[in-house]
């Protein structure tokens, strides 16, 4: 059922969608990234407009995020570790970011659930290790 009371959209709020956004963006490596980067990177985990601007006003909201001028900045500091929160799997995938195929997967581990695959490059991307 919707949240008629939300002025956040017309997503539920148990949607699993909107929490692993939430979770992702609070593990972002950047300072500040502009709004458009921020949005690939949560179309890692819906390409859904709706959703996608209900993780960004309720990372606002909760403080995960402050938004002013097209820019975004993260204020978590517990970035993912790749260590302890990606894990490797092998098969065949396609890439969440990219769509390239893969043999080796990363997914990274969020207490929201888990996120992926991507490719070796697209995980650096996807948590701010590379521009």
């Not at 593990?27 to 990234?33: F, S, T």
């Amino acid at each position: 059922m919707p949240n008629e009371g939300d002025p956040l959209e017309d997503v539920e709020i148990d949607d699993d969608r909107v929490e692993r956004g939430l979770a992702l963006l609070a593990r972002l490596e950047h300072d500040q990234l502009p709004l458009p980067d921020a949005v690939d990177r949560i179309e890692t985990v819906t390409s859904d407009p709706t959703v996608t601007r209900t993780i960004l006003d309720r990372a606002e909201l909760h403080g995960i995020i402050e938004r002013e001028d097209g820019i975004i900045r993260p204020k978590s500091r517990q970035y993912v570790r790749f260590e302890r929160d990606v894990i490797t799997k092998d098969g065949d995938f396609s890439c969440r970011r990219c769509g390239s195929g893969l043999k080796t997967g990363y997914f990274i581990d969020l207490e929201a659930g888990e996120l992926g695959p991507f490719g070796s490059s697209c995980i650096r991307k996807v948590t701010g290790r590379d521009d």
